[in-house]
């Protein structure tokens, strides 16, 4: 047993003008500020021990973004390990990208995105038409004037964090609150997709389950006053993710509630669990955004009316969402916690697992050819975002091809740490819910907190069932790694649990 230091910071992320809001297909421009973006930093240390969980109100972590922020620690002189820094994302559609957004581990640098996919095949008179002006627009940050400030606010955060730890406990407990549902949807013919229309006569399930269960951590100072929550939630900040607005979605509203109710100096750090496969919204009780979001994916026609949430694609929604977690880790605190724990086995590992990439063949690569020139003999005109979704599958296997013939492995960052009766496990994936009960269940920890798009983003990572639905999400174009590297993921994982604890 150690005894343990904890401390704590947040930045604010500054934007002075404009930014690009990533995570949709389409493109689009910041038009105000609804609450403002921040990095949250939770620092521990026990013995000779250490973590800093650095949770981002943003897309996604690169691994590009990550190894920025430890660049910038490598020489400090406060005792900091570089690589024991965990850096998060919690997957909000409306804050910015970044240069290198688009690096991942197989790609080695090689920037990939649907747009640069579809520019690469576009035959010749035709040229891609933004639907807002993110390239040449200098109005708006520039993506390395976004690198430059994410990354000087995460590793300013690490640091603050760090030098602010004294001596402080833990109470680990557990809540629920409903936010996040599978958003794949299986029909009769053996095919599924990502928001499907549940109105079809062909209708047959809900791809997946869902997981309404919060872990949570009150974290207290030398005079049990409460200083922070940690709240790990399976579902991604995607209420407004369309809209065109900054703001941290749901985990926004959550903060500002919970500084309502145990004082403004508390601090909050959001983990997104395995959510790859969730969403804030109810795809049975199908509810119409409140005004046009732009995403063919979206598209219903004459749907019933619902009676049910209010719509999950709006401010209306996001609240009712943040309001939900806030309320239940005040009613868990209120209720009464265990006893706080200043001691506990402490204990930080860092693993880079090789898990095989997800290969296309030969005949995949004859498909596609086939069908990107067919798209375009029948397309008139220039191409935009919606063509880009159209042609997105195929795409992603032209550039596979090309990145499994260099390489064959995934270099993946997993931190796995222990505190006390808990783990955390980290990943960079957008991964599917199933992995995550997988892990869950095996463990020997009391309590599992997973957290996903950390230190790397390696995009989707589907189960197998989802795989042979098909679509956006279980694409060989919507992650590196298939449901081979997902086994591999969580037996990995599990094992490295398991053997801190036995």
Not at 140 to 151: A, G, H, P, Q, R
Not at 435 to 462: C, D, V
């Amino acid at each position: 047993m150690q005894s343990l230091k904890i401390g704590w910071a947040e930045e604010k992320f500054v934007f002075p003008k404009p930014i690009s809001l990533v995570g949709q297909f389409a493109e689009r421009i910041s038009e105000y500020e609804e609450k403002p973006l921040t990095v949250t930093a939770f620092a521990v240390e026990a013995g000779d021990d250490q973590m800093i969980i650095c949770a981002c109100d943003l897309v996604s972590v690169t691994y590009y973004l990550s190894d920025r922020v430890r660049e910038l620690l490598k020489d400090n002189s406060v005792g900091i390990d570089p690589m024991k820094i965990i850096v998060n994302a919690i997957h909000t559609h409306t804050g910015p990208g970044y240069t290198g957004r688009g690096m991942n581990r197989v790609n080695r640098g090689k920037v990939t995105n649907f747009r640069t996919l579809i520019e690469d095949e576009l035959p010749p008179g035709k040229k891609y038409i933004e639907n807002a002006n993110v390239s040449e627009n200098k109005n708006i940050m520039t993506n390395d004037e976004l690198l430059e400030e994410l990354s000087a606010k995460i590793a300013k955060a690490a640091k603050a964090a760090w030098e602010s730890r004294k001596a402080g406990s833990y109470v680990n407990a557990f809540g629920r609150a409903a936010v996040g549902m599978c958003r794949r949807v299986c029909y009769s013919d053996g095919s599924a997709q990502m928001w499907g229309d549940t109105n079809r006569a062909v209708f047959t399930e809900v791809e997946g389950g869902s997981d309404t269960g919060i872990e949570l951590l009150y974290v207290f100072d030398e005079s049990k006053k409460l200083t922070g929550i940690v709240a790990n939630l399976a579902c991604p900040a995607q209420c407004v993710q369309h809209r065109l607005f900054i703001s941290p979605d749901f985990w926004g509203e959550a903060k500002m509630l919970l500084r309502k109710h145990f004082g403004e100096d508390i601090f909050m750090l959001p983990l997104c669990s395995a959510a790859g496969d969730q969403c804030p919204v109810d795809l049975v009780r199908w509810v119409e955004p409140e005004s046009d979001v732009n995403d063919p994916n979206l598209k219903r026609n004459n749907p019933p009316k619902r009676k049910a949430d209010p719509s999950m694609f709006d401010l209306s929604g996001m609240r009712k969402a943040g309001k939900r977690i806030a309320n239940e880790i005040i009613e868990v605190y209120n209720e009464g916690l265990d006893a706080p724990q200043s001691e506990a086995e402490f204990e930080h590992e860092v693993h880079f697992f090789q898990l095989p990439v997800r290969r296309a063949t030969l005949e995949d690569e004859k498909n596609a050819r086939s069908a990107i020139r067919d798209y375009f003999n029948r397309k008139e005109g220039d191409v935009d975002f919606n063509d880009a979704a159209n042609l997105q599958v195929h795409l992603g296997i032209l550039r596979r091809i090309e990145e499994q013939e260099i390489v064959d492995v995934v270099d993946t960052e997993v931190h796995i740490v222990r505190l006390g009766n808990i783990v955390f496990a980290s990943n960079p994936f957008e991964l599917f819910l199933n992995y995550g009960n997988q892990i869950k269940a095996r463990s020997h920890a009391e309590q599992t907190f997973i957290i996903q798009l950390a230190n790397g983003t390696e995009g989707y990572l589907p189960t197998e069932k989802a795989e042979k639905g098909g679509h956006y999400s279980a694409f060989i174009s919507s992650g590196t790694v298939g449901h081979e590297g997902g086994d591999m993921l969580v037996r990995e994982t599990v094992k490295r649990i398991n053997g801190l604890f036995d």
